[in-house]
């Protein structure tokens, strides 16, 4: 079983930046993937990035170029570096973990002002 806790988000004028944390209860060095996925009101949840196990990422195209997702084993805990923040980038942003089922956070809110 994997505990997942998010912790960094907040407000922040567009343009800025935030650093999310998600922090896991076991050592992360065996989890295959993991990840970042938001769910702004009214919409469906959609990935954000993916990082696995080697450090191959992958972003959506709405973020490409300004969020940089990376993993700390030795901390057991994956960031999301969220740079030139939009308010379209405002949401609930949710971390998940793949060992043998789906793990998933608490949320973290995310709040980007125009």
């Known amino acids: 079983q994997v505990q997942l806790v998010e912790s960094g988000g907040g407000l922040v004028q567009a343009g800025g930046s935030l650093r999310l944390s998600c922090a896991a209860s076991r050592s992360i060095f065996s989890i295959n993937g993991m990840g970042w996925y938001r769910q702004a009101p009214g919409k469906q949840r959609e990935l954000v990035a993916f990082i696995t196990r080697g450090g191959g990422t992958n972003y959506a195209d709405s973020v490409k170029g300004r969020f940089t997702i990376s993993r700390d084993n030795a901390k057991n805990t994956m960031y999301l570096q969220m740079n030139s923040l939009k308010p379209e980038d405002t949401a609930v942003y949710y971390c998940?973990?793949?060992?043998?089922?789906?793990?998933w956070g608490q949320g973290t809110q995310v709040t980007v002002s125009s």
């Open positions: 998940h973990a793949d060992y043998y089922i789906r793990y």
